[in-house]
């Protein structure tokens, strides 16, 4: 591992870090913040994905987590959405997939096989990475994210309950299988077959059987991609056949931007604390 910067912030650091990954076979980069209480013991780790055509840099930016992080002694780590580097095939002409659009799922389609491996990534290699090199406690870990962050945080969490005490999302894709902005990615990532795209899909995973106690959801009212990608409707008639407690809340004028996400994250970094102890 590598240390790219590090710059003191409300007491703690944050850090960028960089390495190389043998899941996703290419150099990954990722943030940490340390609040100060990390260098009198473990704590918490909370895990934040990021949306379509970000970098590990957008919410580190953009989102203002460190203030509350601080207050309440939590660990963030944020890392990339993609596999990145000359030799990683990508459509540059296509926000939707490729570099930036992994969707945090382990691709089967060549030639995307190799290194669109980002369920795995997220799930078993970044976290021994983390656990190994920061004081973290990885007996209470949770889970965030954003649009495409949102629906990696919820599958991850459907597929790993015991690891995660928490999750929630900022307007997430909550059926990517049928959202217009996604579907055309877990073809090519995953084929033609539509029963393999149901292990990425937080609704279809729910409908599997795939359980979790609760999860909590933003969602902008005034978010231009609703209809088409978002579809938090889906997942609220999902949890509610599960008998999944699911706190859906509309936020009346808010979009889909960075400026939506801050004003909420302190809500769910308290949220996600409560429950990490």
Same mark, same amino acid.
């Given at each position: 591992?590598?240390?790219?910067?590090?710059?003191?912030?409300?007491?703690?650091?944050?850090?960028?870090?960089?390495?190389?990954?043998?899941?996703?076979?290419?150099?990954?980069?990722?943030?940490?913040?340390?609040?100060?209480?990390?260098?009198?013991?473990?704590?918490?780790?909370?895990?934040?994905?990021?949306?379509?055509?970000?970098?590990?840099?957008?919410?580190?930016? +953009?989102?203002?987590? /460190?203030?509350?992080?601080?207050?309440?002694?939590?660990? %963030? $780590?944020? !890392?990339? *959405?993609?596999?990145?580097?000359?030799?990683?095939?990508?459509?540059?002409?296509?926000?939707?997939?490729?570099?930036?659009?992994?969707?945090?799922?382990?691709?089967?389609?060549?030639?995307?096989?190799?290194?669109?491996?980002?369920?795995?990534?997220?799930?078993?290699?970044?976290?021994?990475?983390?656990?190994?090199?920061?004081?973290?406690?990885?007996?209470?870990?949770?889970?965030?994210?954003?649009?495409?962050?949102?629906?990696?945080?919820?599958?991850?969490?459907? +597929?790993?309950?015991? /690891?995660?005490?928490?999750?929630?999302?900022?307007?997430? %894709? $909550?059926? !990517?299988? *049928?959202?217009?902005?996604?579907?055309?990615?877990?073809?090519?990532?995953?084929?033609?077959?539509?029963?393999?795209?149901?292990?990425?899909?937080?609704?279809?995973?729910?409908?599997?059987?795939?359980?979790?106690?609760?999860?909590?959801?933003?969602?902008?009212?005034?978010?231009?991609?609703?209809?088409?990608?978002?579809?938090?409707?889906?997942?609220?008639?999902?949890?509610?056949?599960?008998?999944?407690?699911?706190?859906?809340?509309?936020?009346?004028?808010?979009?889909?931007?960075?400026?939506?996400?801050?004003?909420?994250?302190?809500?769910?970094?308290?949220?996600?604390?409560?429950?990490?102890g």
């Amino acid at each position: 591992m590598k240390v790219v910067s590090t710059s003191k912030s409300h007491g703690g650091i944050q850090g960028v870090y960089s390495h190389a990954s043998e899941v996703c076979a290419c150099d990954m980069t990722f943030a940490v913040f340390m609040p100060p209480q990390a260098k009198d013991g473990r704590l918490p780790v909370l895990w934040y994905l990021s949306g379509l055509t970000c970098t590990h840099a957008n919410v580190m930016e +953009k989102g203002e987590y /460190r203030r509350m992080a601080s207050e309440l002694g939590l660990i %963030i $780590v944020c !890392p990339d *959405t993609s596999p990145r580097g000359a030799d990683v095939p990508d459509e540059k002409d296509n926000w939707q997939f490729g570099c930036g659009a992994g969707f945090y799922l382990d691709a089967t389609q060549e030639p995307y096989a190799e290194n669109y491996r980002m369920y795995s990534y997220i799930a078993e290699e970044l976290p021994a990475l983390v656990g190994a090199n920061f004081p973290v406690d990885m007996s209470r870990q949770a889970i965030f994210g954003h649009s495409m962050g949102g629906h990696g945080a919820l599958t991850i969490a459907l +597929k790993n309950p015991e /690891r995660y005490r928490s999750c929630s999302a900022f307007a997430p %894709i $909550v059926q !990517p299988s *049928t959202a217009g902005w996604s579907r055309p990615a877990f073809e090519k990532y995953l084929g033609a077959d539509e029963k393999s795209w149901r292990a990425y899909d937080a609704t279809l995973l729910i409908e599997d059987g795939k359980r979790y106690p609760e999860f909590l959801v933003d969602q902008g009212a005034a978010d231009g991609f609703l209809q088409d990608g978002l579809r938090p409707w889906l997942l609220d008639e999902a949890c509610k056949k599960a008998g999944i407690d699911l706190t859906l809340r509309v936020q009346e004028g808010y979009d889909h931007s960075y400026n939506f996400i801050s004003t909420f994250m302190d809500d769910h970094l308290k949220w996600h604390a409560r429950r990490l102890g």
